[in-house]
């Protein structure tokens, strides 16, 4: 069993390597898609000139919802519909290891080249809003990592979802562009969810939305936000199920096809 878990552990290490490498000579173009991720500091201008909070509070909130936004690998849908579509999955079908692996690796080392890459717009924060780091709690850093990790596992396991239904739909990454405006605007990522009614905010608790960007950021900016840990981890779960089970069927007709 332990030769198994270095075996694995090796090859995924290769994969990320790999993955790092490809990423890294694709630089330029990660920068402009790092650019494209800036979104919640546009809103971050709108909030800071007529929100009922201070300035400092909403650079703090947008700051930590920018950086959750790099934790959504939802591109693994695009890329894992196309391979299925074209044909081009079968060679990584033949490995000793899932494509998923493979996948996981790719989203790691873009979210690492990007995080880098996104350096330069993050020191601005500290130059354009001064006393920005002296009022954060370093005590809720690890809540804020561990619903980062949450909120890449949900995303990954819905990504995988999405990409699978193109063993049985032509396009199936129609739905996320439904998708990236709920989280847009129920997500936390164009406001802060404590606007919205009392009794709308309540109902999407139930839902993994506010656990994605506005529980994260209004928690590590020292808001009082509760933790929603256990909702997203059981909808993590119940869609991890889901996207294994559509992926299981969609190789039986993908084999089926001789494809």
Known sequence: ?????????????AYLEASLGRHLAYGG???FWVLAQSLPLVFLALWVEGGPRPDLDYARYYFFAWIAGFFHPLWVA?????????GRLSPLLLRPFSPALDYLASQLGLLFVSLVLGLPVAVLF???FPGFFS????????GYLLYLLLGFAFH???????????????RSTGVLEAYYGLLYFFGGVALPLDVLPPGLLRVLEW???PYLAFRPAAWAAGWEAGTGYGVLALW?????LLAAFVWRRGLVRYGAFGA
């Open 236 to 240: 993590t779960l119940w869609v991890g």
């Open 135 to 142: 009022g954060l709690e370093l005590s809720r850093l690890p």
């Open 207 to 209: 839902t993994p939305l």
């Open 126 to 128: 500290p130059v354009l």
């Open 78 to 86: 695009y890329e894992l519909a196309y391979e299925i579509n074209t």
């Open 29 to 31: 173009e990660l920068a």
């Open 156 to 170: 990954f396991a819905l990504a995988w979802l999405i990409g699978s239904l193109a063993f049985f739909l032509e």
């Open 1 to 13: 069993m332990v030769r198994g878990i270095q075996n694995f552990a090796r090859k995924f290490l």
